[in-house]
């Protein structure tokens, strides 16, 4: 994966199990850099992807943001 540290956007995790790897890269650069890694180093299967707990956070602040959690 490719880690680019000369950006002022947020740094989102990234972790890939299989190859035991852990980097962090601009968070306009996640999609490309997870894609780019999976395909050039497990044929396409989805293995390497945002750090599971951070997704989480985004996930659950995008449902605050819409309005999603609100009873």
Same mark, same amino acid.
């Given at each position: 994966? /490719?880690?680019?540290?000369?950006?002022?956007?947020?740094?989102?995790?990234?972790? %890939? /199990?299989? %190859?035991? /790897? /852990?980097?962090?890269?601009?968070?306009?650069?996640?999609?490309?850099?997870?894609?780019? $890694?999976?395909?050039?180093? $497990?044929?396409?299967?989805?293995?390497?992807?945002?750090?599971?707990?951070?997704?989480?956070?985004?996930?659950?602040?995008?449902?605050?943001?819409?309005?999603?959690?609100?009873?």
């Amino acid at each position: 994966m /490719t880690v680019t540290n000369e950006s002022d956007d947020p740094q989102v995790p990234i972790v %890939c /199990t299989e %190859c035991e /790897t /852990t980097s962090r890269v601009p968070l306009a650069d996640v999609a490309d850099a997870v894609d780019r $890694h999976n395909e050039q180093l $497990h044929d396409g299967d989805e293995v390497a992807a945002v750090d599971p707990d951070v997704a989480d956070q985004i996930a659950d602040l995008v449902a605050t943001e819409l309005g999603l959690l609100e009873k």
